[in-house]
């Protein structure tokens, strides 16, 4: 038998592209690929790629142009693009760039493997349809399934119905679709079998998730997740990305009251301003956004939250950006990502007039000086309490364990008798500048 081909994956951007490039591999298993971790010697490279934010699509030219010397090289190296910037810019990607074989777009990655043997034929394959099949089924690896780490994720929804003014999701992953329940509980325990113990449900709009139900109902992601808390073995659950406006009861009464939901959320609010948020086509106040976090904090008052801000967009005024200031100190985030607006080709604040770059930056900068100092408060004030870490692997010292709280701080632990995969209690004794240390208790 001939040698196995193997393929190079580099994935960019959001977990859910680091889910699907898992599922890629998976996929191309079954068509005689395994997974390289170099470039070097691979037979076929993919890039997963972003669109999200600015210079995306000049990041995959100039990373494209370093693997001409490889194809020089290796005539028989096929070069791949998929993610959101081959289903924004395919067909001038192939005009762009010869050196590539295959564009694929997010919605058609389980026509991967038949794609890749036209390559071999000597074809170009471009697919950047949305078709109506589950992918995500036709994706399955159908041979043995390796041991996994003991975190994974797993997604349930995709695309966004929503129209940010700023994103360009809905139109790289198109309108929101749920996976039918029963298939992603079936993709958990098979998880759990292999030796995972956290998941995190993925989704653009998460929490907006209504797959069929097998009671022919449609469910929640809630109802998802009560169920989900029954796998025996999986030790914890969490998802990520929310919209505040489908932060349902029942998902808010689920922090309180299952047991294997994380004390964590991720809950974007963009901006503080009520007249930017109504330009950003948000649909919610900052006052409503507050009294969310309030019930949900009324359901599980240790919750940590976590949020994302732009800044610098079009029309922000210095009135504007002090509202955005205003509520960081009201909600006290304990992870926040901030980043300047920048203008996506094909959205709606494209065509209004752009703040200038200073501006931007000098908002950043004060932003994330405030973010910084609330996330390192939250982090110290960990220290002294008993909290429950789920290990991930060794440490670089010997006998020392790392692993992710509750609320997900790295945490390393010396003296540790514990696996990869075990959950234990740890006193936490120590924070340094990106992690915590502690202590095993008994
Ligand atoms: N400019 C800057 N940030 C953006 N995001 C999305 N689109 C843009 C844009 N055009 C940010 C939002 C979103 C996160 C994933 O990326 O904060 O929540
Ligand atoms: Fe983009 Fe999120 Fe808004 Fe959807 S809800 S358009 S994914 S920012």
Known sequence: MSDPRKLFIKTYGCQMNVYDSERMAEAMGGAGYVETDSPDDADMILLNTCHIREKAAEKVYSELGRFRALKDQNPDLKIGVAGCVAQAEGEEIMRRQPLVDLVVGPQSYHRLPQMEARTRNGEKALDTDFPLDDKFETLKSRGPKARRGPTAF????EGCDKFCAFCVVPYTRGAEASRPAARILDEARELVDRGVREITLLGQNVNAYHGAGPDGADWSLARLIRELDRIDGL????FTTSHPND?????IDAHGTCDKLMPYLHLPVQSGSDRI?????????????IRLIERIRAARPDILMS????????????????ATMDLIEEVKYGYAYSFKYSTRPGTPAAEREQLPEDVKTDRLHRLQERITHHQRAIQDAMVGRTVGVLFEKTGRLPGQMVGKSDYLHAVHVADCDRQPGDLAQVEITESGSNSLAGRLVS
């Not at 030790?235 to 969490?238: Q, S």
């Not at 932060?247 to 998902?251: E, K």
């Open 154 to 157: 797993l997604t349930v929804q």
């Open 307 to 322: 949020g994302d801000f732009i800044v610098g967009f079009p029309e922000e005024t210095d009135a504007d950006f002090q």
């Open 235 to 238: 030790l914890r659950i969490r």
């Open 277 to 289: 948020l109504k330009r950003m086509n948000r649909k919610h106040t900052a006052e409503e956004y």
């Open 247 to 251: 932060m349902s009861d029942d998902l």
